[in-house]
């Protein structure tokens, strides 16, 4: 008798035990599927963050134009223009189909591009 009260007890004890770890473990499971949610939200938050901030780079582009004898090179994003950079150069002394494509603009290239051709006019 004596060993089947103490099993008994033993099974109640085990059992609220289990119970307790259980609940916790519920409990600690919503937790963490909670702040999974949270670190999901923020990643999407990030991910926009940097897609937009992509778009904004893709979306600049440059463009040379004469500026003063020089060889203007501007920053196009959007509608918005501005002089990014000014490089000294005799324009008038470049080949006449040079000197009219930049009297126009030279426009819709990267900074690379951009950069690449003004070596090519002063070089």
Known sequence: MKNKTIFIL?????????????????????EL?????????AAKAEKTNVSENKEAVLATKYML???NGNIGLYRVTGENIELYDEYP????????????????????????EALLLIDDFTG
Not at 10 to 30: E, Q
């Open 65 to 67: 134009k004469e500026k």
């Open 89 to 112: 150069s005799d324009v008038s002394s470049l080949p006449e189909n040079d000197r009219i494509e930049l009297k126009k603009g030279i426009g819709d290239l990267t900074l690379d």
């Open 10 to 30: 033993c099974l109640i004890l085990g059992a609220s035990a289990f119970s307790g770890t259980f609940t916790g473990f519920v409990s600690g499971s919503h």
């Open 33 to 41: 599927r909670r702040r999974n949610i949270e670190l999901s939200e």
